[in-house]
């Protein structure tokens, strides 16, 4: 093979590459649309409008009645549904978020910064009912109210809660983070335990004598 063969191969394949470089485009640009269609939360053939962020949404409930939070210290579980877009034939995946509403023995201020990021207003800002998340921000176990605190001693790894923290406390049986629910300044503190922060909370209002949850906090695990 002499020279000017050698050339003139790589030079063929460089034309073939800069042809089908447009020829790709066009075909990208023709399902692009096609593929808007999958998602579920686009409107079909909407082609110009942005898409939105793929947002959960949680399905609205009754946490738990006023007439079953009396006393200070008396908890409901519960469980909230989220839906996360999905591409699926139903258009969503549901989640379960296992929840607690407690009621205080006082008022504090709620830990709600967030409802903002989600475009939300909260109902309630300060109130001695509270919404947690039972999803350990440590690595995702659930953990329990515990309304005795002598049982977090003796089941949680033998934390003992000073004075002013002997009251009930929440504990994650798994890697025994100890919260305080009640903590003024911070609801959820960790007390104990390999827990980054504390557990997230709900979005509630009340509605009549019913505690009505709307939304819970983004991120799940911590």
């Not at 000017?4 to 649309?33: D, E, N, W, Y």
């Not at 962020?53 to 006023?66: E, K, M, N, P, S």
């Not at 379960?96 to 109902?123: C, D, F, H, M, S």
Request: aromatic share 10%.
């Amino acid at each position: 093979m002499n020279e000017t063969a050698q050339t003139q191969i790589p030079r063929r394949g460089f034309l073939k590459l800069a042809t089908a470089v447009p020829v790709v485009g066009a075909l990208a640009a023709l399902a692009s649309p096609l593929l808007r269609m999958l998602k579920p939360n686009v409107a079909r053939f909407d082609l110009l409008r942005p898409t939105a962020q793929d947002t959960a949404r949680g399905d609205v409930i009754i946490a738990a009645r006023l007439s079953e939070l009396r006393q200070p210290w008396d908890f409901k579980y519960f469980v909230f549904t989220q839906r996360y877009p999905q591409y699926t034939p139903q258009g969503f995946k549901a989640a379960n978020v296992p929840g607690v509403v407690v009621r205080l023995p006082y008022k504090i201020r709620l830990p709600l910064e967030w409802a903002q990021t989600i475009g939300k207003e909260p109902r309630v800002r300060e109130s001695d009912i509270i919404v947690f998340s039972r999803i350990c921000p440590h690595l995702g176990c659930i953990y329990n109210y515990v309304p005795n605190y002598r049982e977090i001693t003796a089941g949680y790894g033998g934390y003992v809660p000073p004075p002013q923290r002997q009251h009930a406390l929440m504990g994650c049986p798994c890697h025994l983070s100890i919260y305080d629910p009640a903590d003024r300044d911070v609801p959820g503190r960790v007390l104990s335990g390999p827990a980054p922060r504390p557990p997230r909370t709900f979005l509630f209002e009340i509605r009549d004598t019913d505690i009505v949850v709307t939304d819970v906090e983004p991120g799940g695990i911590a």
